[in-house]
Structure formats: structure tokens, C-alpha cells
């Protein structure tokens, strides 16, 4: 195993896109940010030298951190954020882990232009479980504002309103053709014919699913989250933001161009959403296309085809059958959703007959500290910067997804965990439901990979609807989509001991309070124990 070293200098760069130049928030100066490659088993030490006016941390999304909790990232959970001028260095070893994940900011909005991928190849002499591929490509999506992103949440979160829309939608940081002042930008994949090419797509967006489709071409699913699937073949992908799915391309064509093209799954009703369609080209580099050959054009959904999305996340398995986790010592039962809150005094809300919106887990709507990380004050003993109870199950039942009555709508602000011992096997039931309105919420939780038992439509119901569970080879992932009024069920050992954030991946929902923290104990000996934290981590 090797060890890796990068240097990252956040910083302010401008950059050109939709006939506009603004300064955006980078790494290094490149955007997308840029690509690390390593191996399962390999270390990473990242220095990040912070010399943007805005605080920032790094997030290594879907890395399971085992006891390095500390290098994990999300700002106030598991460290301060580094300030200007300041640094830090994230340093973590890669166990087990093999596929496509990403690293982002995980400080405001920054994640909208801080983001690159991060690629863990097989260990030395080691072989992908499936046909070598000829190329990769990281394929990057992403959203692009026109203005600065920390502008548009201020605004949103000063108002209590839905935030603004993005301007395009982006392959590895470019609109592509369809766009204004883009075309010859336009990323482009060289791919030889007959040759197999490994497409690493990663949903780099801030709010949007996104469904992904290539002209003329299939596409073989093999890893997604790091994780080796089951291979199925499909035409379309969806993936939430948060999400990667590897595919395995044959050039199998006509030697010409093709598009790969990008638009939003948005399973929400009535909410307002970027409905433009980025592209890249996958060009078959034989020295024999001339430049007036146009991309063929391929299908795509429509925007609200939940049936589609549904279809595509069913065909998800493990590559092989696992062993799965139990007894299960903790059932817990989470609501996720929406909600509306009170305009506070003298301010004029945005959200509808003058209330702001606000969303919540089991009606507590999170809040992060503002002085201090849950992980310091959890490891220092602190009293005051969080509580240890959050709610196993909602305060009330009801009909979570049906015609919910407005006395429902106010979720509780607060900033609780709930506490696991080590080594505790959890289910949690992630019930979607429809106060405000209803949405495919992709959650994340940090620190770990989980098994996704089932899920479904309408409210979960415990008497039914466990004869579903697949528990011979269900998919490991980081992020599930929770259904539009419906409900998810994952399953995980608590064997890595730190602060965990679980929150819905939409970042516009983070920033309401979607979003909660698991505090998983120290198990016994040194070996599930937390590390100590490192001495340069910034001060609170
Ligand atoms: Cu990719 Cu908490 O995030």
C-alpha cells in the first residue's frame, strides 16, 4: 500500500461560462477540482490551505472513515471549519473500498463549484470483478449558477424561500452545446471502436437528480458508491446528487459522434427546477469523422417519470450474497420531509402565506452548532453544543403520506443525536412523506456503507412489508433514494465509532434541516476506539 499526498489551495478563480465570467470558489484553480487516483488499502494525506474569504472543509463522500473520524469533513459535526488563511490536513486510509466516489465542501453552498472524483483502483495485481476496460473517464454532473452560490443560499435562507434555480446543468464542469456561448467548451470522451470504456459517472449537483442517457449506446451497471454490483444493462441511468454509478460502454457503433446528455428527475410537484439538458460527446477517435458530423441525440425521460427512476434503482444487487447484519438491537423509524415554520419577527418570508420553509427528521429540524464541532464537544465533554436525544421514532404517527394536516407542519430546530453503542445493527425505516410536498429525498449517512432492504410507495407497514427485505444480495450503498411518497429500509453494523451526519443530499434540504447525527460509542480496546484528533485541527 502506498501513501498519497496532494496539495489543495482553495482559492478564488475566475472562470467563463454562459457568456459571463465570475470569480467561483476553487481547488487549485480547477474546475471541476482535481481527480485523485489511488488504491484500496492506500493512504491519503490532503493538505488544504484555505485562501478564499469563506470557511471551508473537505468532505471525502462515501470514504467510511474507520476510527478517523476526524478527517471526515462536514463543517460544526466533526470539525471547525478552516478559515481564511488557515489549513488543515486530512489524512485517512482506504479499507476495503473499490469504485468511484468524490470528494466536496461541505460548508454552505461551496460544494457547487468545490467537488473532483476520487477513483480507488483494485490493490496492485488486482483485477476489476468484470471485463478490463480499454479507457475511464470520470463523468462528473454538475449545476452552474450565474451567480455565486453562497449568494443564492444567503438569499434563501434570509427570506425563508426556495432558493434560485441553477443556470445549466454540467459534464466535468462544462454546459455543453445546448447552452449559450458553451459549444466549444463542450467536454469530450476520445473513445477507439471496439473497445470497452469504464464511464464513472458521479452526481456532483446540488439539487437535482439527474437522469443520464448516451445516443446509441447501452450502458452496463457494475459498481455503484464504491461498491461492485450485480451487472445489468440498461439505457438509462438515474442517479440522486450524492450518488455514483460505474457502467462499462462497448463501442460497438458507427464510427461518429454521440451525445451524452444530463437532465433533471424532478419527482417533487410544483417545484420550480433547472429543466435544460447538459451534453458532452462521446467521439470515436478514428481519425476519419469530419467536423460537420452533428451527435445523435438519445432519449431521455421525461422529467417527472418517477417509473423510471423507480425501474432503474430495482436492478440493483450485490455483486455476490452477502452476510447480512443481525440481530437487528436498534429499530428506528425516521420520517423525512418538509415543513413550513413562522416568519420570524420583522422579516418578510418567502414560503407560502408568509411562512419560511423548513424540513426536518422525525420533526426535529437540525441545526449545526455555530461555535463548535459535535465530535469536539462529544470528545472534550462539552456540555451545551448538542443534545443525545433524538427520537428513535416520529413523536406522532400518522398518515405520512397522505393529506397531512396543517398542524403537522412545524418541525422543532434543535441539534440532536441519537447514540449507538459500537457494534449495534441498525435498521432504519426512512419514511418519506408528503407535508409541503412530496420528493425523492436521497439520503446520505456518513461514515458508513449500508444494505438497502427494500422500498416501496405509501407508508411503511412493519406487518407487510418486511416479507419484502432482500436479504440474500441486496446493494451496499452511501446514498438511497427515498421514493416520492414512499419509504426506504437500510441496515448497518455501528462498528466505526465518531459523529455521523445521515441528511438528505438536496442541498437546498440540508440547508431547511434535513439532517441528524448518529454518535457512535467506543467499542473496547484500541482497535474500536476513535483516534486521537490530529494537532492541526482547526480551532473552533
Ligand atoms: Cu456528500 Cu454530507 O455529503
Same mark, same amino acid.
Given at each position: ?28 484553480? /480547477? ?25 471551508? +472543509? ?19 459535526? +466533526? ?19 473499490? *469504485?468511484?466516489?468524490?470528494?466536496? =465542501? ?35 454532473l ?27 446543468f454540467?459534464i466535468?464542469?462544462?454546459?455543453g452545446?445546448l ?29 437535482d437528480e439527474l437522469f443520464v442517457s448516451i445516443a446509441g449506446h447501452?450502458m ?14 440498461t439505457s438509462v441511468l438515474m442517479l ?12 460497438? /457503433?458507427?464510427?461518429?459522434?454521440y451525445y451524452i446528455a444530463a437532465r433533471a428527475y424532478a ?6 427546477f433547472d429543466n435544460t439538458t447538459t451534453t458532452a ?14 451527435p445523435a441525440f438519445p432519449t431521455l425521460p421525461a422529467f417527472n417519470d +418517477?417509473a423510471t427512476a423507480?425501474?432503474f ?32 419577527? *420583522? ?181 474500536? =476506539? ?11
Amino acid at each position: 500500500a502506498e501513501v498519497h499526498y496532494h496539495d489543495f489551495i482553495v482559492q478564488a478563480t475566475p472562470v467563463n461560462k454562459l457568456c459571463k465570467t465570475h470569480n467561483i470558489i476553487t481547488v487549485n484553480g /480547477q474546475f471541476p477540482g482535481p481527480t485523485i487516483e489511488i488504491r484500496n488499502g492506500d493512504t491519503l494525506v490532503v493538505s488544504v490551505v484555505n485562501r478564499a474569504q469563506y470557511n471551508v +472543509t473537505i468532505h471525502w463522500h462515501g470514504i467510511r472513515q474507520m476510527r478517523t473520524a476526524w478527517a471526515d469533513g462536514p463543517e460544526f459535526v +466533526t470539525q471547525c471549519p478552516i478559515r481564511p488563511g488557515g489549513h488543515y490536513t486530512y489524512r485517512f486510509t482506504v479499507q476495503g473500498q473499490e *469504485g468511484t466516489l468524490w470528494w466536496h =465542501a461541505h460548508s454552505s453552498w461551496l460544494r457547487a463549484t468545490v467537488y473532483g472524483a476520487l477513483i480507488i483502483h483494485p490493490k496492485e495485481g488486482n483485477n476489476y470483478p468484470f471485463a478490463q476496460p480499454n479507457r475511464e473517464f470520470p463523468v462528473i454532473l454538475g449545476e452552474w449558477w450565474n451567480q455565486d452560490p453562497i449568494t443564492v443560499v444567503r438569499q434563501a435562507t434570509q427570506t425563508g424561500a426556495a432558493p434560485n434555480i441553477s443556470d445549466a446543468f454540467t459534464i466535468n464542469g462544462e454546459p455543453g452545446d445546448l447552452y449559450n456561448c458553451s459549444s466549444q467548451s463542450t467536454t469530450t470522451f476520445p473513445v477507439k471502436p471496439n473497445q470497452i470504456n469504464l464511464l464513472r459517472f458521479i452526481n456532483a449537483a446540488l439539487n437535482d437528480e439527474l437522469f443520464v442517457s448516451i445516443a446509441g449506446h447501452s450502458m452496463t451497471v457494475v459498481s455503484a458508491d464504491a461498491s461492485y454490483t450485480k451487472p445489468f444493462t440498461t439505457s438509462v441511468l438515474m442517479l440522486g446528487p450524492g450518488q455514483t454509478t460505474d457502467v462499462l460502454v462497448t463501442t460497438n /457503433q458507427p464510427s461518429s459522434r454521440y451525445y451524452i446528455a444530463a437532465r433533471a428527475y424532478a419527482s417533487a410537484q410544483g417545484v420550480a427546477f433547472d429543466n435544460t439538458t447538459t451534453t458532452a460527446i462521446l467521439e470515436y477517435d478514428c481519425g476519419c469523422l469530419s467536423n460537420s458530423i452533428k451527435p445523435a441525440f438519445p432519449t431521455l425521460p421525461a422529467f417527472n417519470d +418517477t417509473a423510471t427512476a423507480t425501474a432503474f434503482s430495482r436492478q440493483f444487487f450485490s455483486a455476490s450474497p452477502v452476510k447480512i447484519p443481525s440481530p437487528v438491537t436498534d429499530n428506528l423509524f425516521f420520517t423525512v420531509g418538509l415543513g413550513l415554520l413562522p416568519c420570524q419577527p *420583522g422579516r418578510t418570508c418567502g414560503g407560502p402565506n408568509g411562512t419560511r420553509f423548513s424540513a426536518s427528521i422525525n420533526n426535529v429540524s437540525f441545526v449545526l452548532p455555530q461555535s463548535f464541532s459535535i465530535l469536539q464537544a462529544h470528545h472534550l465533554g462539552v456540555a451545551g453544543v448538542f443534545s443525545a436525544d433524538f427520537p428513535p421514532s416520529p413523536p406522532i404517527q400518522f398518515d405520512y403520506t397522505g393529506n397531512v394536516s396543517r398542524a403537522l407542519w412545524q418541525p422543532v430546530p434543535a441539534t440532536k443525536v441519537y447514540r449507538l453503542k459500537y457494534g449495534a445493527v441498525v435498521e432504519l425505516v426512512l419514511q418519506g412523506t408528503s407535508i409541503v410536498t412530496a420528493e425523492n429525498h436521497p439520503i446520505h449517512l456518513h461514515g458508513y456503507d449500508f444494505y438497502i432492504l427494500a422500498e416501496g410507495f405509501g407508508n411503511f407497514n412493519r406487518a407487510t412489508d418486511t416479507a419484502k427485505f432482500n436479504l440474500v444480495n441486496p446493494p451496499l450503498r452511501n446514498t438511497v433514494g427515498v421514493p416520492v411518497n414512499g419509504w426506504a429500509v437500510i441496515r448497518f453494523v455501528a462498528d466505526n465509532p465518531g459523529v455521523w451526519l445521515l441528511h438528505c443530499h438536496l442541498d437546498v434540504h440540508i440547508t431547511w434541516g434535513l439532517a441528524m447525527a448518529f454518535l457512535v460509542d467506543n467499542g473496547v480496546g484500541e482497535l474500536e =476506539a476513535l483516534e486521537a484528533p490530529p494537532e492541526d485541527l482547526p480551532p473552533c
